[in-house]
């Protein structure tokens, strides 16, 4: 019948429609996270904190990468590439990254002698700056206690701690803990899956893949964690 008729013609209209709008509503593209949160509107960039970052003067792509990753702190970023009064020079700021860029060089030594003597803040040593470090064993002795942030990848490590590859490879975690026991030191040991250990905190991030062995990868973290301590994080939490 004609009315059996239109109500099947109906039927089919609001179907196509239906099935037109949950179409489009599933290709509807997602809302963005929403982005971290940011220093309080009336803090400055003094008080968000300052990191000075020891590197060479022909590293410019190693200070960008750092000058971006710093920004977690809210702060200021300064880079140092010459010698003089270091007590004046670093007086202002809050925390010390050394390491990547600096070259084995004396004057890379020089850093770390001071960092050993004079300075009480925190201090984040990479690269360049844990290769030094490993022809000059007698510096881990003046780190004892100082919340200094050691963040070496695996090759790096075994010239700290004077270990072959092999027996990292077989215990790593036991061979961490011997050596923060041993210097007093708080160790980051970058790899597939990271561990932080203090002596008292330890921490596993399994997140990590073979992308981030890239050159420049550890550079923007070590970066982040000065930046983290530059905002009075507690260098397990930074």
């Not at 990191?51 to 300064?78: C, H, I, R």
Request: glycine residues 8%.
């Amino acid at each position: 019948t004609e009315i059996t008729m239109y109500k099947t013609k109906m039927f089919v209209i609001l179907t196509a429609l239906i099935l037109a709008t949950m179409v489009i509503t599933s290709c509807a593209p997602k809302a963005t996270p929403a982005p971290p949160e940011p220093p309080a509107p009336n803090c400055s960039t003094y008080k968000a904190g300052s990191v000075e970052f020891q590197s060479n003067p022909f590293y410019d792509e190693v200070y960008k990468g750092l000058k971006e990753a710093t920004d977690a702190s809210g702060g200021e970023l300064l880079r140092s590439v010459s010698g003089g009064d270091l007590k004046k020079e670093l007086a202002a700021y809050n925390v010390i990254l050394i390491g990547p860029g600096c070259g084995i060089r004396q004057y890379t030594l020089e850093l770390l002698q001071y960092l050993v003597k004079h300075w009480k803040k925190p201090a984040v040593i990479d690269a360049d700056g844990l290769n030094v470090m490993a022809q000059h064993q007698e510096l881990l002795k003046g780190m004892q206690d100082k919340p200094f942030i050691l963040t070496p990848h695996w090759g790096e490590f075994c010239r700290l701690a004077n270990l072959k590859m092999e027996d990292l490879n077989q215990d790593c975690l036991n061979h961490l803990k011997r050596f923060v026991a041993s210097t007093g030191t708080r160790v980051l040991l970058k790899s597939h899956t990271s561990i932080y250990y203090d002596g008292q905190t330890l921490y596993f991030n399994s997140t990590g893949n073979d992308g981030l062995a890239t050159g420049g990868s550890g550079d923007v973290l070590s970066g982040l964690i000065a930046g983290f301590l530059a905002r009075k994080l507690k260098p397990c939490d930074a």
